[in-house]
């Protein structure tokens, strides 16, 4: 199982060595990061750190913008 036609509105930003794409990022601006591994057997791979960093970097810039909206 793996991609094979990208999707409207996404784009690939990792593939692996033979071509297969391992994950895509949305275009539209809101935090939208699909993987094609299970990163949670990897905790300690740099591409799983940085995946987890930036869910939680979205995660905080979206309750900052929700606070905001409410203030």
Avoid: M, N
């Amino acid at each position: 199982q793996a991609v094979s036609v990208v999707g409207e509105g996404l784009k690939v930003v990792a593939t692996h060595g033979d071509g297969t794409v391992e994950a895509l990022e949305g275009t539209d601006g809101r935090f939208c990061i699909l993987v094609q591994w299970h990163p949670e057997r990897t905790p300690d791979d740099d591409a799983t750190v940085r995946l987890f960093q930036s869910f939680i970097e979205g995660a905080k810039w979206y309750r900052e913008q929700k606070h905001a909206a409410v203030s």
